[in-house]
T-cell receptor, first 113, second 112 residues
Framework: NAGVMQNPRHLVRRRGQEARLRCSPM?????VYWYRQLPEEGLKFMVY????????ESGMPKERFSAEFPKEGPSILRIQQVVRGDSAAYFC???????????FGPGTRLTVT | DQQVKQNSPSLSVQEGRISILNCDYT??????FLWYKKYPAEGPTFLIS?????DKNEDGRFTVFLNKSAKHLSLHIVPSQPGDSAVYFC???????????FGTGTSLTVIP
């Protein structure tokens, strides 16, 4: 049973470009969460999605960030017009149900130059 | 607003001794707590959890203690092994909530 998959593992973007981060949850998991870890900080919740629905996006910056979890395919975290402050590790997690243990992917390390 | 705090950024312990990692929280609505372990360049791995109806949960060398009145939990690793060297995050959630709140992590080094 494959774990949570994230790609790419490393992503370099110039300021102003778009970044797309992908997450495939564990088989049988319909709940997906995105977290961001800035240097020297803990994991910060960004958004929680179920298939085709955003349940909680209280941790998402109001502008430039969006997330989706379509009926088919992976969850996507999209960052438009990236800035240097977006450089961080972005982790995706999935769980079989709300409030249950979350299983994390290996993360995508975004570097904005 | 850091609702889950790990005040010790790092901890060094001799192999075979006990490692005690601490975590404090501020939100009295939290009722489910987890510990995750993270190696460099990898995602966090679930280690052990405890719900607020218990004050202790044990799994092999790992034991988590919860003191609800003090809003404090701790992870004990006995005996510590070099392979336990990693960053440990505690996390908390409320049954009515959608998210886990993570601490900033404690980097544990077990010295052979």
């Amino acid at each position: 049973n494959a774990g949570v998959m994230q790609n790419p593992r490393h992503l370099v973007r110039r300021r102003g470009q778009e970044a797309r981060l992908r997450c495939s949850p564990m088989k049988g998991h319909s709940h997906v969460y995105w977290y961001r870890q800035l240097p020297e900080e803990g994991l910060k919740f960004m958004v929680y999605l179920q298939k085709e629905n955003i349940i909680d996006e209280s941790g998402m910056p109001k502008e430039r960030f969006s997330a989706e979890f379509p009926k088919e395919g992976p969850s996507i975290l999209r960052i438009q017009q990236v800035v240097r402050g977006d450089s961080a590790a972005y982790f995706c997690a999935s769980s079989p149900g709300l409030g249950e243990e979350q299983y994390f992917g290996p993360g995508t390390r975004l570097t904005v130059t | 607003d850091q609702q889950v705090k790990q005040n010790s950024p790092s901890l060094s312990v001799q192999e075979g001794r006990i490692s005690i990692l601490n975590c404090d929280y501020t939100n009295s609505m939290f009722d489910y707590f987890l510990w995750y372990k993270k190696y460099p360049a990898e995602g966090p791995t679930f280690l052990i959890s405890i719900s607020s109806i218990k004050d202790k949960n044990e799994d092999g060398r790992f034991t988590v203690f919860l003191n609800k009145s003090a809003k404090h939990l701790s992870l004990h690793i006995v005996p510590s092994q070099p392979g336990d060297s990693a960053v440990y995050f505690c996390a908390a959630s409320a049954v009515t909530g959608n998210q886990f709140y993570f601490g900033t992590g404690t980097s544990l080094t077990v010295i052979p």
